[in-house]
């Protein structure tokens, strides 16, 4: 039992240590500007590239999913594989709108409120068919996209649109969504 229960909170304790450093960054917190239309944003996102760290790092056809709750919380799950022979795994967190930001800075739990992260909505496209996802210290971030295949064109774009907001791009590594993409350049 103690086993368990420190594999459970040891992960969140370094996610959280992950989330207070800043890294030597000097550039002042990071903060949204986006209008995000809840009921649009709501769904399945397919994570295209992260700033990888230890909870997603080596993980394949991963994904986030979205539903907005009764209460006006959001049930946040990511879902993921360790290898694309493996079965679709999920951890799940509630994730609250902090309000006055436009719904686009969100504090998301996870393992029971243990873990915490604040979340960015930097960007959304207009047809809500990508997102650029943040965060306050740009120790981590996220490119997503409805569809789980993006052209390397429109990456490149998205990508850069991330420099503008101070984040350092060589940083990012596109998430394996198909098993084709596995150990190709730029994937991790």
Same mark, same amino acid.
């Given at each position: 039992m103690r086993r368990l229960a420190l594999s459970l909170i040891?992960?969140? /304790?370094?996610? /959280? =240590?992950?989330?207070?450093? !800043?890294? *030597?960054? !000097?550039?002042? @917190?990071? !903060?949204? !500007?986006a209008n995000v239309q809840l009921d649009r944003f709501m769904g399945r996102w397919w994570v295209i590239a992260n700033i990888p760290y230890f909870a997603e790092n080596g993980k394949v056809a991963t994904a986030d999913v979205y539903t907005l709750r009764d209460d006006g919380r959001i049930d946040n799950v990511y879902a993921y594989r360790k290898a694309f022979d493996k079965p679709e795994k999920q951890m799940k967190g509630i994730a609250t709108v902090v309000p006055g930001t436009n719904n &686009?800075?969100?504090?998301? &739990? +996870?393992? +029971?409120? #243990? %873990?915490?992260?604040?979340? $960015? %909505? $930097?960007? %959304? =496209? @207009?047809?809500?068919?990508?997102? #650029?996802? *943040?965060? @306050?210290k740009r120790k981590m971030g996220w490119v997503f996209a409805r569809e789980q295949a993006m052209d390397a064109a429109q990456y490149e774009t998205l990508r850069a649109k991330f420099a503008a907001y101070g984040y350092d791009t060589s940083q990012f590594q596109r998430v394996p969504q198909f098993a084709e993409q596995s150990g190709q350049p730029g994937f991790q």
């Open positions: 040891l992960p969140g /304790l370094l996610l /959280l =240590a992950a989330c207070a450093s !800043t890294g *030597g960054n !000097t550039m002042p @917190p990071l !903060t949204a !500007t &686009a800075q969100w504090e998301i &739990a +996870f393992f +029971f409120g #243990l %873990v915490k992260a604040d979340l $960015l %909505v $930097l960007e %959304v =496209a @207009p047809d809500y068919s990508w997102a #650029l996802i *943040g965060h @306050p």
